[in-house]
């Protein structure tokens, strides 16, 4: 297990971190000593998500990118080296490789949450193992307890107390404050602000720049439009837009 150095403001900053697992906090999270045990691991999602991901992977660790997988007909691959694949084929493609152990990473961002959730329950039944990717240049404290498949990308803030839920994903420059509940799936956007004791219930979307005030609670599936300040509790199901946040429709 890794030594986590604190800095001045008694926060833990990790070493970037891909490892393997079901829940760990920060204090537990093991690094790329687990991933070694791969032999590569494959990204589904074929867009700009992806290529985040990779590059937190390619800036700290040497597990190979062995495919990328994803259904639109209309991409190419992201990379000279990766070959591109249909994902109605990956049976076929996990058939030849029965000798290897892969891990995974699903990039489906945006209010993707439940497809992300869905598909990576998929391709854990089929023997794949879901990765946590988790970027040095965000700040952690060290009792967080981070959900599988997770991933906190550079410059987000994850405080004390904070629970973050499985294949979820805390974009760049995202702030969770302390003792926030982030449910499976939930998508917290670039430089969202989660003030301290939210539950955000499973597979909502708080886009870009949004700010939720303290004690606040978001249904499940629910939308929170960029730049959005919520002083209220969202329902399941609806999205809410503007400063302050107000009822747009349901979903």
Aim: include cysteine; hydrophobic fraction near 40%; charge should be negative.
């Amino acid at each position: 297990m890794q030594a986590l150095a604190s800095n001045a403001q008694g926060y833990f900053k990790p070493e970037a971190t891909l490892f393997c697992g079901n829940m760990a906090t920060m204090n537990e999270i093991r690094t790329k000593t687990e991933a070694s045990n791969l032999d590569g691991y494959i990204i589904w999602g074929a867009k700009g998500h992806g290529k985040v991901c990779r590059s937190i992977v390619d800036r700290e660790y040497g597990l190979e990118l062995v495919a990328l997988f994803d259904n639109n007909e209309t991409l190419i691959s992201l990379y000279q080296d990766v070959i591109l694949h249909r994902g109605r084929i990956i049976d076929s493609w996990l058939s030849d490789k029965r000798n290897h152990r892969f891990g995974f990473i699903v990039a489906i961002g945006g209010d993707g949450g439940e497809a992300r959730v869905q598909l990576s329950e998929s391709l854990e039944l089929k023997g794949l193992t879901p990765l946590f990717a988790i970027d040095s240049r965000s700040i952690i404290d060290d009792d967080v307890t981070i959900g599988k498949g997770s991933q906190i990308f550079g410059g987000a803030q994850v405080s004390t107390g904070s629970i973050i839920g499985e294949y979820s994903l805390i974009n760049h420059n995202a702030n969770v404050d302390h003792d926030c509940i982030i449910g499976k799936g939930v998508h917290i956007g670039p430089g969202a602000t989660m003030a301290g004791e939210i539950t955000v219930e499973d597979y909502a979307f708080i886009a870009a720049g949004a700010t939720v005030l303290p004690s606040m609670h978001i249904g499940q599936s629910s939308v929170i439009g960029a730049g959005a300040v919520v002083t209220k509790n969202v329902p399941p199901n609806t999205v809410v837009v503007g400063n302050p946040a107000r009822f747009m429709r349901t979903i």
